[in-house]
């Protein structure tokens, strides 16, 4: 099989592509509750001519597979099919109509991607080396994820290895593709902390316990982790991203305070030693002030990182396939994915496609004016066949 072929039967169907991307933009649904976009990907599969299709994998996981007509490897592609809460302010005539819900990460994008692909590969079923799990994943944005319930399903027990994009919306679009080595994105926890004080008059301080004053010293303290405790030659990040207290009355003292924030981190023994300190300069600061408290410290998803081996074959096919000047080594960021869970049980790689609508500037992910260009459709699915084409068609068509 033709790899410039399949290539072009995408090219003179990328309107299909699009309409795909724009129904689902269109539908956006929260994590744990896409019931309608579950049930648009099944039928679209059906309606390709897919029989082996698993639905509610892990909760909400939909997985199809092509069994090819020869040996070969299994070989996995992930696309995240959630939304967030968030109300829409683009100008889009295909802006979101399920009010405060919208698509602002892409994964509409990821869908519709791996959509057009089974689609595409149906025709070859016959020629195809091995088998292809198109695996759409619910629920990325909401920890505990989707993913990690899918593997525990076993579902994924016989992948030889596993492949994810996502969209850059911050970027440009430019054709380009990013591949990224070891470390990509961070563990990333959460915590809530709660301090309880003894409110009372604000002209007697003396018999009060202030919370406010007790929840902006921890505040300035929390900042000691990543300055003074952490090996500064490890990424590491402590953000306070809420602090609450008081009911507005300008001549009341806060009963209690309230914090809340993120941890982000790659080195599972930085991680804990954050995670520590947390709760002792917590705990031993209200002691030194008269107040409680109480930390509930959520830990998230595990750092993404990426194999080596598999890591080096898409910068190599990527290259021969878009050429040097389409393909960038990027960064490790402090962001996180569940992606990460897949990594730890199955070899493959997370990689990326510029996808931002704006020449200039661009919208960041999770924002309500968040836009791609539709055009990265193709350049996400030509990413996806020219892995396929590697592993199920050419003629060494062998395990790496
Ligand atoms: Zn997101
Ligand atoms: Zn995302």
Known sequence: MDLDLMLDNITNGIEMSKELFRYLHQHPELSFKEYQTREFIKEQL????????????????????????????????????????????????????????????????????????????????????????????????????????????????????????????????????????????????????????????????????????????????????????????????????????????????????????????????LRQMIKQRIHELTEHICQAHGATAVVDYLDGYPPLINHFEETELIHHLFETQFGQERVFETEARMGGEDFAYYLEKIPGSFYYIRAGAFEEENYPHHHPKFQIDEDCLQVGIETILTIIHHYHFSKVGVLQ
């Open 46 to 269: 059906q309606h390709y001519g897919y029989e082996d299709i698993q639905t509610n994998v892990g909760g909400g996981g939909i997985i199809a597979r092509l069994v090819g007509g020869q040996e070969g490897p299994t070989i996995a592609f992930r696309a995240d099919i959630d939304a967030l809460a968030i109300h829409e302010e683009t100008n889009l005539p295909y802006k979101s109509v399920n009010d405060g819900v919208m698509h602002a990460c892409g994964h509409d994008a990821h869908t519709a991607i791996l959509l057009s692909v089974a689609k595409q590969l149906i025709n070859y079923q016959t020629e195809i080396k091995g088998t292809i799990v198109f695996l759409f994943q619910h629920a990325e944005e909401v920890k505990p994820g989707g993913a990690i319930s899918i593997l525990k399903s076993g579902a994924l027990d016989d992948v030889d290895k596993i492949f994810g994009l996502h969209v850059r919306g911050e970027l440009p679009f430019d054709g380009a593709v990013e591949y990224c080595h070891g470390y990509a994105l961070a563990a990333s926890d959460t915590f809530n902390i709660r301090i309880q004080g003894n409110g009372g008059h604000a002209a007697t301080p003396h018999k009060t316990v202030d919370s406010t004053v007790v929840a902006a010293f921890l505040v300035q303290q929390l900042q000691t982790i990543v300055s003074r405790n952490k090996n500064p030659l490890d990424s590491g990040v402590v953000t306070v991203a809420n602090f609450h207290s008081g009911g507005g009355a300008g001549n009341v003292i806060s009963d209690y305070a309230t914090l809340s924030g993120t941890v982000r981190t790659y080195n599972p023994e």
